[in-house]
């Protein structure tokens, strides 16, 4: 990825950088509250660019999604995907994916994602993710089933 890939409608994609962190961390609480990450969480990934790629989308000036990936020497981990509930369903979402997808190389690609988040399977599925497992009470506080899903 080059310092800022367009993605249509005026956003671009841009590698996360500590700076960005603080605004981010107020999408990551917006986008799953109780469940959300906490900023000494996202930092040590920040701190660790040998095997993490984190991307953001930036509209109007401010980030508006952001999405990330650890990778290992044969497989890859989806750790986040989120937009900014104004700026869904215009292919942002797509293009974090697609961009992570790329860094992971031909590595295979696993992710956990909520078992009643139709919209992020749907988005998982598109990108060739199949379910190949679940986990019960992955989620806390909540307590919600995780569904593993795998692109080969
Ligand atoms: C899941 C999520 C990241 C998807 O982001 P998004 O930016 O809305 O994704 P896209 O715009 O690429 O795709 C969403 C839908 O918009 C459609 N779409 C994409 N571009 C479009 C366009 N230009 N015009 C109309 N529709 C479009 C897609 O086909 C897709 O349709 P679908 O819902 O039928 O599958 C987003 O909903 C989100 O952040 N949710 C909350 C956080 C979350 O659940 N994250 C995942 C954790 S595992």
Do not use: K
């Not at 961390?25 to 799953?32: A, C, D, G, N």
């Not at 509250?33 to 000494?40: K, L, R, S």
């Not at 293009?95 to 590595?107: I, K």
Request: charged share 20%.
């Amino acid at each position: 990825m080059s310092d800022a890939t367009p993605v249509g409608s005026g956003v671009t994609l841009e590698p996360m950088r500590v700076e960005h962190v603080g605004e981010i961390m107020v999408l990551e609480t917006e986008l799953f509250g109780p469940e959300a990450w906490t900023e000494g969480m996202l930092r040590s990934e920040l701190a660790d660019p040998d095997s993490r790629h984190y991307v953001i989308a930036v509209g109007a000036g401010s980030v508006v999604g952001y999405a990330g990936l650890v990778a290992y020497d044969d497989e890859a981990h989806v750790l986040t995907v989120g937009v900014l509930p104004g700026w869904q369903g215009q292919g942002i979402g797509s293009a974090l994916l697609a961009d992570l997808l790329e860094a992971a190389d031909a590595r295979r690609v696993l992710l956990e994602v909520r078992a009643d988040n139709a919209a992020a399977q749907r988005l998982y599925a598109r990108y060739g993710f199949r379910p190949i497992g679940r986990r019960r009470g992955y989620y806390q506080p909540s307590g919600a089933d995780a569904v593993v899903m795998a692109r080969d």
